[in-house]
């Protein structure tokens, strides 16, 4: 069985005093960004799903159709 590792807090790096850089563990930063991707997605979904839906007849479609594109 394989054992949970405790996580880091992270650590902040100062510059003047002041914060500057954050370092994490790899696989937290990696948690972050699919939480971000996902994030993204879900706008992209909300804002498309507020626009009318529009539909065009099938022989248009094959026209432009290129199936190795």
Known sequence: MRRKRKKK???VVLRGGKPA?????????REMLERLEDMEDLKMLEDMRKKPLKFRP?????????PGV
């Not at 850089?21 to 930063?29: P, T």
């Open 9 to 11: 807090p992270p650590e």
């Open 58 to 66: 099938l022989d248009d479609f094959l026209k432009e159709y290129s």
């Open 21 to 29: 850089a954050v370092i994490l563990d790899i696989d937290e930063y």
